[in-house]
């Protein structure tokens, strides 16, 4: 059972019902996005959750596959899915750790509040790259501590053994970007707001 799973599953009612936290910044986080998507565009969410964003995405879009681990986040996306109506909105169940299975390319890859949940996360952003078409965007929303205190180092030692809490990969901002732009893309929007998550849009080259 791959870490956290079992925390997601059971969750994630509660997550799904709950309303974005900072809803005006959520907004401007979708129409950074919908600058970089055509109604001919193929999208991959990955860690996707209860499906929202895919969904609000979708009738922008061609097509937009989302991926999670939690069997029971992808059912409820499934289900959003259906209540609203949207049949261009695919959803699966995939770790992030299995990227490397998924075969591309995409118009966009959007990875947000995910990245700092994954241990390899340089591996999900090589992944992204490689998923991502030339001139293609991928999206990230990310949450950077760069030192975990004491209490978050027990909280996700906890995780890493138990598997029943989310684990947290300490990173700071600057380590992020490098890392996008070390395996190739160019960082073309950067919006945060205070004490948010970073948002960034990295293009790949043409
Ligand atoms: C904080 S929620 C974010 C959901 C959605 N992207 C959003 O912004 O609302 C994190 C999601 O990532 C999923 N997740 C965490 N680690 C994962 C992994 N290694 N592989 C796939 N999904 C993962 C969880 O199941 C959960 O649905």
């Known amino acids: 059972m791959a870490v956290g799973r079992v925390f997601w599953d059971f969750f994630s009612k509660s997550y799904a019902s709950q309303p974005v936290a900072d809803e005006d910044a959520y907004q401007v986080k979708l129409e950074l996005?919908?600058?970089y998507l055509t109604t001919d565009s193929d999208v991959l969410e990955y860690g996707c959750g209860s499906?929202?964003?895919?969904?609000?995405?979708?009738?922008?879009?061609?097509h937009i596959?989302?991926?999670?681990?939690?069997?029971?986040?992808v059912q409820i996306a499934k289900n959003n899915a259906a209540e609203q109506e949207i049949?261009?909105?695919?959803?699966?169940?995939?770790?992030?750790?299995?990227?490397?299975?998924?075969?591309?390319?995409?118009?966009?890859?959007?990875?947000?509040?995910?990245?700092?949940?994954?241990?390899d996360w340089k591996g999900a952003i090589a992944e992204s790259y490689r998923l991502t078409r030339p001139g293609g965007v991928f999206a990230s929303s990310t949450i950077c501590l760069p030192k975990l205190n004491i209490g978050l180092k027990l909280m996700s030692g906890f995780a890493?053994?138990?598997g029943l809490m989310p684990r947290l990969s300490p990173m700071t901002q600057d380590e992020l970007i490098a890392e996008i732009e070390a395996v190739g893309f160019e960082i073309v929007e950067r919006?945060?707001?205070?004490?948010?998550?970073?948002?960034?849009?990295g293009k790949r080259p043409i």
């Open 65 to 73: 596959l989302g991926t999670d681990y939690s069997r029971r986040m």
């Open 160 to 162: 890493n053994v138990t």
């Open 33 to 35: 996005t919908r600058v």
């Open 87 to 119: 049949d261009n909105a695919t959803f699966e169940q995939a770790a992030v750790e299995d990227l490397s299975q998924l075969e591309g390319p995409f118009d966009a890859v959007l990875a947000l509040n995910i990245l700092h949940l994954v241990a």
């Open 191 to 201: 919006f945060q707001p205070e004490g948010g998550a970073i948002f960034l849009i």
């Open 51 to 62: 499906g929202l964003t895919a969904l609000s995405h979708a009738p922008y879009v061609r």
